[in-house]
């Protein structure tokens, strides 16, 4: 069983399109990370959440941590062919570990 | 700056072999985390080292091992490899150890076990 449990597990929707992915959890996070992935490649740091409820942006990313701290949410707008890849989600709790989510797989199709 | 190196960036092992994997943090970075992604899952998390100390450890056998030296490379060991052991072996490294910093992946090293 994933500590962090991320849906959809793949996603494919046309360029200009809104999406949302998911990141659940039953434990509490000290901190969350989101990554984005490409083949072959490691995964590339997008956002660091921390406090409860907060919500950073990115250009057209939206991410936001729930007001728990045990669940997070990355909303994309107006998506691009370029936006495709692994979204990976990962949660630090009081230990040292940061685990990750099994991760959705993003297609953006022109 | 150099990110996160890792070395060499592809493997073929065979069974029963062993296999040394090494990881440069970045300048400054003093904890060196290593995953294993196997095709189609997240990384799973393997060890943790920061100043030169095993901070972690994930849910491995003890055929895995790794050190981490005075320059803070690390080095990430595994005996007695299985056709299981194949994966993508990422390293990351952060500035400090505790778990708001902020971690940034190298591109891994493929490991084919054959």
Known sequence: TQLLEQSPQF???QEGENLTVYCNSSSVFSSLQWYRQEPGEGPVLLVTVVTGGEVKKLKRLTFQFGDARKDSSLHITAAQTGDTGLYLC??????NDMRFGAGTRLTVKP | ????TQSPTHLIKTRGQHVTLRCSPISGHKSVSWYQQVLGQGPQFIF?????EERGRGN???RFSARQFPNYSSELNVNALLLGDSALYLCASSLLGHPNTEAFFGQGTRLTVV
């Open chain 2, 48 to 52: 943790q080292y920061y100043e030169k």
């Open chain 1, 90 to 95: 990962a949660g630090s709790r009081n230990n």
């Open chain 2, 1 to 4: 700056d150099a990110g996160v």
């Open chain 2, 60 to 62: 491995f056998p003890d």
């Open chain 1, 11 to 13: 996603l494919s929707i």
